[in-house]
C-alpha cells in the first residue's frame, strides 16, 4: 500500500534551518510529483511547492522561493524539505503529499510538528 | 493566485441531518481540479471529494460534491458521527495551489 512516512518533530531556534523527510513505498517513486504543505497551529493549509522526483525539477509557491529547498533521493525513495531562516511562525505541521493531476493529494504523510522558539 | 472562501465558519448538526458546505473561489475554477478534504484533529487530511464530484477510494456514499465555475458543494448526507471533523476545499488547477479556510462540521 502506498505510504509516506516523514521524519520526526523537530524543534528550532529562530534563525535556524530545519529539514523534514518524506520517504515514499507502495509505488513508483518516480511516477508522482511530491508537495509540501504546511499549516500553522489551529489554521488552514498553505501549499509550499512540489518536486518532480524524476528530474529533481522544482516549483515554489512565490511566498517561499529564496527560502525553501526541495529535494530528493531517489535510490531511496525520500524527498526532503529545508526551510532556512526560521521565524516563529514558521511553527507549523509540515506535510508532504503524493500530488496526482486528477486525484490531487490522495496520500499524504503522517506530518512533522517543527516549533520555532528561542 | 484564487483565493477560496468557505462557509459556514462552524456547522452545527445532528446525527443522521445533512450537511451542506459551501465554497466559493475568487475566479472561476476547472471543475476537474476542485478537491474537498476531511481531516480530525492531530491527523493528516483525508481526501473525500476530487474533480469536484468523484468520491476518492473508500468514501461513502453519502458524501457527495457538485458546482462548477466559482461556486462549489460539499454535501453530507445522514450524518454519521465519524463525520464530524474540519473540511477544507482546495483548487488544484492553477498555480499556486490554495486551500479555503475550512468549515467545522461539529456534533449539536
Known amino acids: 500500500q502506498v505510504q509516506l512516512v516523514q521524519s520526526g518533530a523537530e524543534v528550532k531556534k529562530p534563525g535556524a534551518s530545519v529539514k523534514v523527510s518524506c520517504k515514499a513505498s507502495g509505488y513508483n517513486f518516480n511516477d508522482y510529483y511530491l508537495h509540501w504543505v504546511r499549516q500553522a497551529p489551529g489554521q488552514g493549509f498553505e501549499w509550499m511547492g512540489w518536486i518532480i522526483p524524476n528530474s529533481g525539477g522544482t516549483t515554489y509557491s512565490r511566498k517561499f522561493q529564496g527560502w525553501v529547498t526541495m529535494t530528493r533521493d531517489t535510490s531511496i525513495s525520500t524527498a526532503y524539505m529545508e526551510l532556512r531562516s526560521l521565524k516563529s511562525d514558521d511553527t507549523a505541521v509540515y506535510y508532504c503529499a503524493r500530488g496526482d493531476v486528477l486525484k490531487t493529494y490522495e496520500y499524504w504523510g503522517q506530518g512533522t510538528l517543527v516549533t520555532v522558539s528561542s | 493566485e484564487i483565493v477560496l472562501t468557505q462557509s459556514p465558519g462552524t456547522l452545527s448538526l445532528s446525527p443522521g441531518e445533512t450537511a451542506t458546505l459551501s465554497c466559493r473561489a475568487s475566479?472561476?475554477?476547472?471543475?476537474?481540479?476542485l478537491a474537498w478534504f476531511q481531516q480530525k484533529p492531530g491527523q493528516a487530511p483525508r481526501l473525500v471529494i476530487y474533480?469536484?464530484?468523484s468520491r476518492a477510494t473508500g468514501v461513502p456514499d453519502r458524501f457527495s460534491g457538485s458546482g462548477s465555475g466559482t461556486d462549489f458543494t460539499l454535501t453530507i448526507s445522514r450524518l454519521e458521527p465519524e463525520d464530524f471533523a474540519f473540511y477544507y476545499c482546495?483548487?488544484?488547477?492553477?498555480?499556486?495551489?490554495?486551500f479555503g479556510q475550512g468549515t467545522r462540521l461539529d456534533i449539536k
Open positions: 475566479q472561476s475554477v476547472s471543475s476537474i481540479y
Open positions: 474533480g469536484a464530484s
Open positions: 482546495q483548487q488544484y488547477g492553477s498555480s499556486p495551489i490554495t
